[in-house]
């Protein structure tokens, strides 16, 4: 199957602070889609990003996919920023088949 | 209202008992999932349904079943629980074609 690599696995920043989060993945996908897990443990979707450049307010994301890779930009971070952050891909035919996901970036934002 | 609701949010329970998770999505999906996240917070697929069929089904021991009584809901039931079933359990449902993936809230079991 897929293989979804992430790194950082873990990073500490101050509040106001940018980061860049990447994904790596072993083979074409048609699907993209990066989460972010909060501390209470809701998953939140982001973006759903299969090729391209989008952004959010303070998030923006680019996938490259001739190059298997995808990148999750925050910038001026804030406290609520913290929490786990999830890439998943997939293959999909019909839209029934699941996502593979990462084993995630965890992000602390420090006051 | 809620888009993908799950219910129990919490259940304890002891080893060799059958417990049930429900979920209910009203966003009008055709696929719904279960996803198990471990205590490394690693998330991996269980099951999927589309239009009541069971498309995806890995790797998964046959005490679970996955029980969809309409395109709107998609239970969860394991038998004969074992120490290495406590995890978190999360229901999504998408739409075909559309792909954007929606997770309820996730129900923590803890097996004793």
């Known amino acids: 199957g897929i293989q979804v690599e992430q790194s950082p696995p873990d990073l500490i920043l101050q509040e106001g602070a940018n980061s860049t989060l990447r994904c790596n993945f072993s083979d074409s996908v048609n699907n993209l889609q990066w989460f972010h897990q909060n501390p209470w443990g809701q998953l939140i979707n982001l973006f759903y990003i299969p090729s391209g450049t989008k952004q959010n307010g303070r998030l923006s994301a680019t996938t490259v996919a001739t190059e298997r890779y995808s990148l999750l930009y925050i910038s001026s971070s804030q406290t609520t920023d913290s929490g786990v952050y999830f890439c998943a891909v997939g293959v999909s035919g019909g839209g029934a088949d699941g996502l593979t996901f990462g084993k995630g970036t965890h992000l602390i934002i420090q006051p | ?112």
């Open chain 2, 1 to 112: 209202d809620t888009a993908v609701s799950q219910t129990p949010k919490y259940l304890v329970t002891q080893m060799g008992n059958d417990k049930s998770i429900k979920c209910e999505q009203n966003l009008g999906h055709d696929t719904m999932y279960w996803y198990k996240q471990d205590s490394k917070k690693f998330l991996k697929i269980m099951f999927s349904y589309n239009n009541k069929e069971l498309i995806i089904n890995e790797t998964v021991p046959n005490r679970f079943s996955p029980k969809s009584p309409d395109k709107a809901h998609l239970n969860l039931h394991i038998n004969s629980l074992e120490l290495g079933d406590s995890a978190v359990y999360f229901c999504a449902s998408q739409r075909s074609g559309a792909n954007v993936l929606t997770f309820g809230a996730g129900s923590r079991l803890t097996v004793l």
